[in-house]
Structure formats: structure tokens, C-alpha cells
């Protein structure tokens, strides 16, 4: 079983930075996914960007490439998500996810992954 923390969150304005981590403890896993997905009120859980434990695979929503960077370090087991330029739309609650199966098919599948953090609140004034 792994146990995932999310840190970072914070209120910001509109064209600021933000740094999320995300820190897995427990049972170590050699190849996994981890994801991170966000959540505005009264709307559906978004995929964001994921990101193959093992190796430098990144896959990102189009509405944030260019602007979000995930990142991972594999000594730490923790997982990144640097965002840039940050709108008020981005606004929401962020989850970090982590996938035993590594299938990048179902990557962007929230149903699909196996553990989750309680989340970190990002708010995004204009």
C-alpha cells in the first residue's frame, strides 16, 4: 500500500507560480504512474499530467502544456508539479495519484489509479 501526501498549495494571483509536491511512503513500487488531477466545485476530477515512475515519460492536458511541468525524484519518491502562469481557471483542488499498472493508455483514466492524496487547495485570483 502506498500513502501519498500533497504540500504546496497556497492563493496566488493570476500570472504567479506555484510548486505541488507530492510524497509517497510505504510499499515501493518499481515501475508505477503517478498522476496529478484537480477538482473544482460542481465539476468532474480533471486529469492534469502524469508521469512514469521509472523513466522520463510526461503526458500533460492540453490546458496546461507549456505551462505545468511534472517531475519526479525517485530518491525522495516524490513527484512534482510546477506551475507557471497560473490562471484563474486552474483553480481547484489537486490530487496526487499513483498507478501500479504502467499502461500510458489509461493514464489519464482517474478510475484507473489505486491510491490517492487528500488533496492541496490552489486558488487563483484575477
Known amino acids: 500500500q502506498v500513502q501519498l501526501v500533497e504540500s504546496g498549495g497556497g492563493l496566488v494571483q493570476a500570472g504567479d507560480s506555484l510548486r505541488l509536491s507530492c510524497a509517497a511512503s510505504?510499499?515501493?513500487?518499481?515501475?508505477?504512474?503517478m498522476g496529478w488531477f484537480r477538482q473544482a466545485p460542481g465539476k468532474e476530477r480533471e486529469f492534469v499530467a502524469a508521469?512514469?515512475?521509472?523513466?522520463?515519460?510526461?503526458y500533460y492536458a492540453d490546458s496546461v502544456k507549456g505551462r505545468f511541468t511534472i517531475s519526479r525524484d525517485d530518491a525522495k519518491n516524490t513527484v512534482y508539479l510546477q506551475m507557471n502562469s497560473l490562471k484563474p481557471e486552474d483553480t481547484a483542488v489537486y490530487y496526487c495519484?499513483?498507478?501500479?499498472?504502467?499502461?500510458?493508455?489509461?493514464?489519464?483514466?482517474?478510475?484507473?489509479?489505486?491510491?490517492w492524496g487528500q488533496g492541496t487547495q490552489v486558488t487563483v485570483s484575477s
Open positions: 508521469i512514469a515512475w521509472s523513466g522520463a515519460y510526461t
Open positions: 495519484a499513483a498507478k501500479i499498472v504502467t499502461g500510458i493508455a489509461t493514464m489519464r483514466d482517474a478510475n484507473r489509479y489505486d491510491y
Open positions: 510505504g510499499r515501493t513500487f518499481s515501475s508505477n504512474v
